[in-house]
């Protein structure tokens, strides 16, 4: 509830701000042609979305793309691999039952890794994650935390987390509360100058602690 979604999706140009003006590059995001806009961005949300369809499919949402190599490129990456590899029909295989009594259901954590898989894919210039671990065990995370490092660098990468431990590698750190920034710099920073945030850090890092 401290805004962080409703800030992506403002950047998103999914919600419409009532007052001020969002810009992207220097250039207001009414100015620009929202297909090219959204062409340029990619976003998982919590509340992601797998169809009844097959695994490319699921992918690729009605985008041409020839190059399997890169499709299971992403799905090594998020640790579905295996997985897809292990079943006959592979990149075709039909999610749910719904219509092919031969098709598989996704766990969450599953169901996650895909859509992730699908982001993975997109050439983007902004990469969003929102909450993208949350139904993820702790090697899985870590598969995907490496996984990210590895987006080139010239790309924007941002990760909604409640979690700090997740983000104390980012050059960034943006801190909400109810709505608005709180605090913004590094997390050696945030640790130093903002003590609510230090104090959900420690609240957290001291559960791994071993006495």
């Given at each position: 509830?401290?805004?962080?979604?409703?800030?992506?999706?403002?950047?998103?140009?999914?919600?419409?701000?009532?007052?001020?003006?969002?810009?992207?590059?220097?250039?207001?995001?009414?100015?620009?042609?929202?297909?090219?806009?959204?062409?340029?961005?990619?976003?998982?949300?919590?509340?992601?979305?797998?169809?009844?369809?097959?695994?490319?499919?699921?992918?690729?949402?009605?985008?041409?793309?020839?190059?399997?190599?890169?499709?299971?490129?992403?799905?090594?990456?998020v640790g579905l691999e295996d997985k897809i590899r292990?079943?006959?029909?592979?990149?075709?295989?039909?999610?749910?039952?719904?219509?092919?009594?031969?098709?598989?259901?996704?766990?969450?954590?599953?169901?996650?890794?895909?859509?992730?898989?699908?982001?993975?894919?997109?050439?983007?210039?902004?990469?969003?994650?929102?909450?993208?671990?949350?139904?993820?065990?702790?090697?899985?995370?870590?598969?995907?935390y490496s996984s990210i490092s590895q987006i080139p660098?010239?790309?924007?990468?941002?990760?909604?987390?409640?979690r700090l431990s997740s983000i104390t590698y980012s050059?960034?750190?943006?801190?909400?509360?109810?709505?608005?920034?709180?605090?913004?710099?590094?997390?050696?920073?945030?640790?130093?100058?903002?003590?609510?945030?230090?104090?959900?850090?420690?609240?957290?890092?001291?559960?791994?602690?071993?006495?």
């Open positions: 509830g401290a805004g962080k979604t409703t800030f992506i999706k403002l950047l998103a140009a999914i919600f419409q701000p009532t007052s001020g003006t969002v810009y992207y590059n220097g250039h207001r995001l009414d100015d620009l042609k929202m297909k090219s806009y959204w062409d340029k961005i990619g976003v998982v949300f919590q509340n992601h979305q797998e169809f009844a369809m097959s695994i490319l499919e699921n992918i690729l949402l009605g985008k041409q793309n020839d190059d399997e190599t890169k499709i299971w490129d992403a799905l090594s990456k292990e079943n006959p029909n592979q990149l075709n295989l039909q999610l749910t039952r719904n219509f092919d009594k031969k098709g598989m259901d996704f766990s969450g954590g599953e169901r996650q890794k895909l859509a992730i898989a699908r982001l993975l894919t997109k050439e983007s210039e902004l990469y969003v994650f929102d909450e993208p671990t949350s139904a993820l065990d702790p090697r899985s995370e870590d598969l995907l660098s010239d790309k924007t990468v941002i990760m909604i987390s409640h050059n960034r750190v943006i801190f909400f509360k109810d709505g608005e920034i709180l605090a913004d710099g590094t997390h050696k920073e945030l640790l130093s100058s903002c003590s609510e945030y230090r104090e959900l850090y420690e609240m957290q890092s001291s559960k791994y602690q071993v006495s």
